[in-house]
């Protein structure tokens, strides 16, 4: 099965940008999503088909995927934007999660 | 509005069997595969399995493949997730997701949790 990593944790100070890495194989070939998620809380999309937006995310947040690596970044972090993090990408007959990042603004 | 409210969660114990349901409304029910993901207490997301609009093509993931079963009711716009042989690894919260169609989930339930003890 298709597996994808994350780093556990990331830090970022209010204000400056925070990035959380995606890691598969050929994963740039495949289409990845993140989704963020808070204590208590279902799942919410952030970035879709590798660097769009849906309505209603803020510009702060924006996504790459090449090679092996998709990236989501967070500019100008602000507290509201701690919480878990998880990319996504489909294979052909599931549609497998990274281990999700915690993302800590402090 | 989209909405997908699932119910049908509780405590089983190890072994046993129950039935998820996931009501959706607000969208042409029958255009759209569903999947089922779950959330360990503390863990991360787990893809589930899987149905495509018409629920003639199923998908699973091995750590559920034979125990577990998906269907849909497209005439009462109703996902379910059928759990058998149940076990304490099973304990989760259960979130039914809408598939896009383009390789992402665009709206998500509220969850329902399963309780695996004796």
């Known amino acids: 099965s298709y597996e994808l990593t994350q780093p556990p944790s990331v830090s970022v100070s209010p204000g400056q940008t925070a990035s959380i890495t995606c890691s598969g194989d050929k994963l740039g070939d495949k289409y990845a999503s993140w989704y963020q998620q808070k204590p208590g809380q279902s799942p919410v999309l952030v970035i879709y088909q590798d660097n769009k937006r849906p309505s209603g995310i803020p510009e702060r947040f924006s996504g790459s995927n090449s090679g092996n690596t998709a990236t989501l970044t967070i500019s100008g972090t602000q507290a509201v934007d701690e919480a878990d993090y998880y990319c996504q990408a489909w294979d052909s007959r599931s549609a497998p999660f990274g281990g999700g990042t915690k993302l800590t603004v402090l | 509005e989209v909405q997908l409210v699932e119910s049908g969660g509780g405590l089983v114990p190890p072994g046993g069997s129950l039935r998820l349901s996931c009501a959706a409304s607000?969208?042409?029910?029958?255009?759209?595969?569903l999947h089922w993901v779950r959330q360990a207490p503390g863990k991360g997301l787990e893809y589930v399995s899987a149905i495509n609009s018409n629920g003639d093509r199923t998908y699973y993931a091995n750590s559920v493949k034979g125990r577990f079963t998906i269907s849909r009711d497209n005439s009462k716009n109703t996902l379910y997730l059928q759990m058998g042989s149940l076990r304490t690894e099973d304990m989760a919260v259960y979130y039914c997701?809408?598939?896009?169609?383009?390789?992402?989930?665009?709206?998500w339930g509220q969850g329902t949790l399963v309780t695996v003890s004796s």
């Open positions: 607000g969208f042409i029910f029958s255009n759209y595969a």
């Open positions: 997701a809408r598939d896009s169609s383009f390789y992402y989930y665009d709206y």
